[in-house]
């Protein structure tokens, strides 16, 4: 997930817009008090901050996500007025990864920000996403959508839905999916499976009709 802090709200529009189109989650806040307490429940991969904000500015917000054990680690990406050199250098003494001189281009941005998350070595599962008709799937923070609502599984479904979301088309058999998802343990007790695909087409809406029974086999995930 991506924090962006961003009082305009066309350019927090397109910024959101941009990263969504590049693969990545992200969320948009017009005041430092949205931003603090959307941090208070979730822990962002990166945030992009723009400095001159209504109430408390950019350098401040920078300022507390340093001095805080918690957010301290969290790769920060500066938005500055072109030319203010003051701005940027005191963005990164404070410790912003990246600045962004104001305007600029929306694919540079989604250019710095697979740059910083390179270097700060939170680009890897985190952002790795399985797309299969409307449905969505985000390993890395184990969050499933169809057709954009969020949908909570247990783990075996989220394990059984990613079983299938990674091969789509793919037959598989029950004894396939009892070994792959539970153990072998659980071998010959294939009314497992049929159990958590009936509870997981039901979880997931009009999508659950991806999860097709293959008669004699087993079941696959086709659009």
Same mark, same amino acid.
């Given at each position: 997930?991506?924090?962006? @802090? ?53 350098? =401040? ?9 918690? %957010?301290?680690? &969290? ?35 989604? =250019? ?30 184990? &969050? ?35 070994? =792959? @998802? ?30 097709? %029974? @293959? ?9």
């Amino acid at each position: 997930m991506i924090f962006c @802090v961003e009082d305009d709200a066309g350019i927090r529009d397109l910024m959101i817009y941009t990263l969504s189109a590049s693969g990545f989650r992200a969320v948009g806040f017009e005041n430092a008090r949205e931003f603090y307490a959307a941090l208070a429940d979730d822990t962002p991969e990166l945030i992009m901050l723009d400095i001159m904000l209504p109430g408390e500015d950019g350098i =401040s917000i920078l300022k507390r996500l340093k001095a805080d054990a918690r %957010t301290a680690d &969290i790769p920060v990406i500066m938005a500055t007025a072109k030319g203010n050199e003051y701005d940027k250098v005191i963005g990164l003494d404070l410790g912003a990864d990246d600045y962004l001189a104001k305007p600029f281009g929306m694919m540079e941005m989604a =250019s710095r920000v697979r740059a910083v998350l390179r270097r700060s070595g939170r680009a890897a599962e985190k952002q790795q996403l399985i797309r299969v008709g409307g449905l969505e799937m985000n390993l890395g923070e184990h &969050i499933v959508t169809a057709d954009g609502i969020r949908v909570q599984l247990t783990l075996k479904e989220f394990e059984l839905l990613r079983t299938f979301m990674t091969s789509p088309g793919r037959a598989f058999t029950r004894e396939q999916l009892l070994s =792959s @998802v539970w153990s072998e343990d659980f071998l010959g007790e294939t009314r497992t499976v049929d159990v958590h695909v009936g509870t997981l087409r039901q979880k997931l809406g009009a999508c659950g009709k991806y999860i097709r %029974t @293959v008669r004699g086999v087993g079941y696959k995930l086709e659009v």
